[in-house]
């Protein structure tokens, strides 16, 4: 989940100093005080302006870029002023739009009721190694939270039951899913070029099992829009333990090893594109790619770990990045060439920026640098071909990056407030990274956000967007209003012509939320973990999608009773 990735910078320079395993820090450990004081000084009054309504000269690296970011906030500025709640209106969605709700396959298929758990458990993955070897569990730079993997809900035996919630509760005509590439391939494919060598070496129980899923969305009427990587990699490509343990001599090292895996993980999408053709027609090849970075070779914390999970990596977090947008690019290559009609996007947990202190220059620049290193940096590459390989704002035109893009998935969880230190607080990492780690305002519940992220996808790269995850962690009675106020906004977005074709909520369930088990639920149903039935429970929220997604608009007395300003 992108809201929770944040985090982890207010953590990064702070954790500068300890002992972190033996992973190297940066030498500027005088910025430290230096954040800590200019985060004390730092108004906490702020602004309501996101980084878009900064002044042009105080604006992210690329000047173009800025005027389109402007324009992205401005626009939402101009459609809802801040003097308070606008009046109920009309909301409608039109017929086409989808309604779903949000899965990953590493989360969800673990824990079956009945089968056993070797069919069940997909063991080949990164991930599964990473929560169940004994010294990763016992890793203190791991932070697991130690829950069995039984503890999952077990949709790969309950997914027709979870289908047929979601089409007769919630009134959902699609489903955001993932397709294991480890459960798919659980041995490397290195030496297989051709679809026909492939299959030979695919597991036939795990298509078998994907294609019954896809029969069963079929069946009740309901549009898949399949995940080609959500995070995991087969355990062949990456030992995500022992990178862990030692990055240095580890092998194979995942997104490290650059070109074996962007080769392969785009034949992997070839295939499955080919293999699933009649079944299958929105991709998404990569989820949240900088939340796979960030707590994988940055900083990872309680908050979130991935593997290989290691501190201050700078110079091996950016081959990861080059390596990410070079993966997405052959995805979808390798998609098209497959199925010439599907659509292609990449999700990403777009963020916006405030600056604490709009009258201040360097809060402003720094916003705009945090906009520009969190969201601008990924999506230039993957959307306009233009690759920033060393973070510092220089980006270099790449033909065979660019027009690679049919739609933008949009997860969006929160707003951060920036306020600036004048200088780099993470050289080593960008110069660019002014931005004052320690007083990072985060959490903010600002669903407007959502609009403007809208609105910047459509002027920076002129796409439409799929709002691929939304939701909360927060107690069960508030999720209503968060997500009443959130769907209002992209209601909002529709009706002032941006090109939004869908909504996701995360999460259909409960599930296996990565390094902290069950210790965070944001599902629309609950269950026990204990319960070998794993019967779902409908929470109030799952009520109130439903209304809205049965009757295609956000009724006005909803609208009332949680106004969206």
């Given amino acids: 989940m992108g809201r929770r990735g944040l985090v982890l910078l207010a953590a990064l320079v702070a954790s500068w100093g300890c002992d972190d395993g033996g992973d190297t820090a940066p030498d500027d450990d005088g910025l430290v005080d230096a954040a800590r004081a200019d985060g004390a000084a730092a108004d906490a009054a702020g602004s309501d302006a996101s980084i878009g309504d900064a002044a042009p000269d105080a604006a992210p690296p690329d000047a173009q870029q800025d005027a389109l970011v402007d324009a992205a906030v401005d626009a939402g500025a101009d459609a809802a002023p801040d003097a308070g709640p606008p009046a109920p209106e009309p909301l409608p969605f039109p017929d086409d739009f989808l309604f779903g709700t949000a899965t990953a396959g590493f989360q969800v298929e673990m824990g079956c009721p009945t089968l056993p758990a070797e069919d069940c458990e997909d063991r080949n993955s990164d991930w599964y190694a990473f929560v169940t070897a004994p010294e990763t569990i016992a890793s203190n730079r791991a932070f697991l939270s130690g829950d069995p993997v039984s503890y999952g809900p077990g949709f790969w035996e309950t997914y027709a039951a979870d289908f047929d919630l979601a089409r007769d509760d919630l009134h959902n005509d699609a489903f955001r899913m993932s397709i294991e590439w480890s459960r798919v391939f659980p041995q490397a494919t290195d030496a297989a070029q051709?679809?026909?060598?492939?299959?030979?070496?695919?597991?036939?129980?795990?298509?078998?099992?994907?294609?019954?899923?896809?029969?069963?969305?079929?069946?009740?009427?309901?549009?898949?829009?399949?995940?080609?990587?959500h995070y995991t990699l087969p355990a062949w490509i990456h030992d995500g333990v022992g990178c862990h343990l030692d990055l240095d001599t580890c092998s194979p090292r995942g997104w490290l090893d650059r070109e074996r895996t962007v080769t392969e993980i785009a034949k992997y999408a070839g295939f499955i594109a080919q293999e699933f053709r009649d079944d299958i027609d929105l991709y998404a090849t990569l989820n949240e790619p900088f939340a796979l970075l960030l707590p994988g070779y940055l900083l990872p914390s309680a908050e979130r770990t991935n593997p290989p999970a290691v501190s201050l990596r700078f110079d091996e977090g950016k081959q990861v990045l080059v390596a990410l947008i070079e993966g997405h690019a052959r995805m979808y290559d390798a998609i098209k060439a497959a199925d010439p009609t599907a659509q292609v996007g990449v999700v990403y947990n777009l963020t916006p920026a405030k600056?604490?202190?709009?009258?201040?220059?360097?809060?402003?620049?720094?916003?705009?640098?945090?906009?520009?290193?969190?969201?601008?940096?990924?999506?230039?590459?993957?959307?306009?071909?233009?690759?920033?390989?060393?973070?510092?704002?220089?980006?270099?035109?790449?033909?065979?990056?660019?027009?690679?893009?049919?739609?933008?998935?949009?997860?969006?969880?929160?707003?951060?407030?920036?306020?600036?230190?004048?200088?780099?607080?993470?050289?080593?990492?960008?110069?660019?990274?002014?931005?004052?780690?320690?007083?990072l305002v985060l959490w903010e519940d600002y669903p407007k956000g959502l609009y403007e992220m809208i609105a910047y996808v459509d002027?920076?790269?002129?796409?439409?967007?799929?709002?691929?995850?939304?939701?909360?962690?927060?107690?069960?009675?508030?999720?209503?209003?968060?997500?009443?106020?959130?769907?209002?906004?992209?209601?909002?977005?529709?009706?002032?012509?941006?090109?939004?074709?869908?909504?996701?909520?995360?999460?259909?369930?409960?599930?296996?939320?990565?390094?902290?088990?069950?210790?965070?639920?944001?599902?629309?149903?609950?269950y026990d973990p204990e319960d070998p039935t794993k019967a779902r429970e409908k929470r109030a929220v799952a009520d109130t999608y439903g209304r809205i997604a049965e009757e295609r608009a956000i009724p006005l007395d909803l609208q009332a009773e949680y106004p969206a300003p």
Avoid: Q
């Fill in 459 to 526: 002027a920076a790269f002129d796409l439409p967007v799929i709002v691929t995850e939304n939701g909360t962690m927060d107690p069960f009675e508030t999720r209503p209003s968060f997500l009443v106020r959130h769907l209002t906004w992209v209601a909002r977005a529709l009706r002032d012509g941006y090109d939004v074709r869908g909504y996701f909520f995360w999460s259909l369930m409960d599930n296996y939320e990565w390094n902290h088990g069950l210790g965070l639920r944001f599902g629309l149903y609950g």
């Fill in 355 to 439: 600056p604490a202190d709009p009258d201040e220059p360097a809060d402003v620049e720094a916003a705009a640098n945090f906009f520009y290193l969190w969201n601008e940096v990924f999506m230039n590459g993957v959307a306009g071909g233009l690759l920033d390989d060393d973070l510092d704002g220089e980006a270099e035109a790449r033909p065979d990056l660019a027009g690679r893009m049919d739609y933008v998935g949009v997860n969006y969880y929160t707003r951060v407030t920036v306020d600036g230190l004048g200088r780099s607080a993470l050289p080593a990492l960008s110069p660019l990274a002014t931005f004052n780690p320690l007083s």
């Fill in 194 to 229: 051709s679809f026909e060598e492939l299959r030979a070496l695919a597991d036939p129980d795990a298509l078998a099992g994907y294609h019954a899923i896809l029969d069963a969305l079929k069946a009740r009427g309901m549009t898949p829009l399949v995940t080609i990587s």
